[in-house]
């Protein structure tokens, strides 16, 4: 079943298997780890991520993908806005690793939630646009 982009929720899918591999490989998943994908999208991060880590949580605010996703019996799905996502109580006394393909549109404020959740989060790796990141490291006023 074809999904196509909803533009509102700011989805773009990685489909390059290269990539993929290279991100999963710099994102070291072990075992076990407590770990939390935004966005999954149409799973192509998710699929190599929960074979090595046996269980994921994703959070995933469009329904139908969310839909999909719940037939993965090794994760655990949120349909939610992730702005919304209270991930102190979603670790549960773990330490979270937080990874995903974040949407342009809301990358910045999903760094800033993430930001009041810190004592939970061991480590968080993001793919984002050029612009989101240009815009991270400017002077400031420019």
């Keep these: 079943m074809k999904h196509i982009p909803r ?41 190599p991520l929960v074979e090595r880590l046996g269980h994921l949580t994703v959070i995933e605010l469009d329904r139908d993908l969310a839909l999909r996703l719940r037939l993965h019996k090794q994760l655990t799905v949120v349909e939610s806005d992730v702005l919304k996502v209270d991930f102190t109580a979603l670790a549960a006394g773990q330490k979270l690793r937080v990874v995903g393909n974040l949407p342009y549109n809301i990358s910045t ?19 984002l646009q050029k612009e989101v990141i240009d815009r991270m490291v400017a002077l400031p006023a420019t």
């Design 109 to 127: 404020p999903i760094l800033f939630h993430l930001l009041e959740h810190v004592a939970v989060i061991e480590d968080q790796h993001f793919m």
């Design 7 to 47: 533009k509102r929720f700011g989805q773009h899918f990685l489909a390059d298997g290269g990539i993929i591999d290279a991100i999963v490989n710099a994102i070291d998943p072990q075992a076990g780890q407590p770990m939390v994908e935004i966005g999954p999208g149409l799973a192509a991060l998710t699929q």
